[in-house]
């Protein structure tokens, strides 16, 4: 048998020896990370000055997607406060149809199909002012406005900015808008070549 058959040997021998059971605790060369030291939500931690297990974001950090660079898309105001005037989305038919979708699952119910102000729950007689979107004041004021009365309610309205996201609650804006021209139109707003179609009521 030359040396390399006998290494061999010797290592498969030995390998098949398990030894004996020892009672000493097994060695860990970092033994913290078996029991690391932990704290549940709202727990005191002594380690801070302040006590608290639940840290506080570092100042200015942003979680992701939610920088809002955009400030007139995410708020309806320009820089200075005031309202903007046209929405910051253009207005195609797939948007404002989004919008119609929008609208007749969170707007409706209230402020009605037609934006009347006659939903079920305004003629329900719960006690609430049914308003509507047709009068003057409202079919000239700002698109900011009314994105931001969708995100953040007005009066004994709640705000939906928990449950619309921007894009959605601005093609809400274009739908009221639409709703609002609708209502309100004129023959001079039908095409000229298709007015023969329709007869304006007297």
């Known amino acids: ?14 390998s098949g020896c398990r030894g004996s059971l020892s009672e000493n605790p097994p060695i860990h060369i970092n033994p913290n990370m078996d029991a690391m030291e932990r704290f549940e939500a709202q727990e005191a931690n002594p380690f801070f000055a302040d006590g608290r297990a639940m840290r506080p974001p570092v100042a200015g950090t942003v979680a992701r997607g939610m920088l809002r660079e955009d400030v007139a898309f995410h708020t309806g105001r320009l820089s200075d406060g005031s309202y903007i005037e046209v929405m910051p989305v253009e207005y195609t038919v797939e948007f404002t149809t989004r919008g119609q979708d929008r609208y007749d699952i969170y707007c409706s119910v209230c402020h009605g199909a037609a934006g009347d102000g ?13 308003i509507g979107f047709h009068d003057d004041r ?17 009066r ?9 996201p921007v894009a959605d609650r601005w093609a809400i804006v274009a739908y009221v808008r639409a709703l609002q021209r609708s209502q309100n139109a004129t023959i ?9 179609q329709f007869q304006p009521t007297p």
């Open 188 to 196: 001079d707003d039908i095409p000229a070549d298709q007015r023969n």
């Open 138 to 154: 409202l079919r000239t004021i700002e698109d900011g406005y009314l994105y931001e009365v969708v995100s953040n309610g007005v």
């Open 1 to 14: 048998m030359n040396k390399l058959s006998a290494f061999f040997v010797i290592v498969f021998i030995l």
């Open 118 to 130: 006659q939903g079920v729950v305004m003629t329900g007689g719960y006690g609430f002012v049914p």
């Open 156 to 164: 004994s309205m709640p705000g939906y900015a928990q449950q619309i």
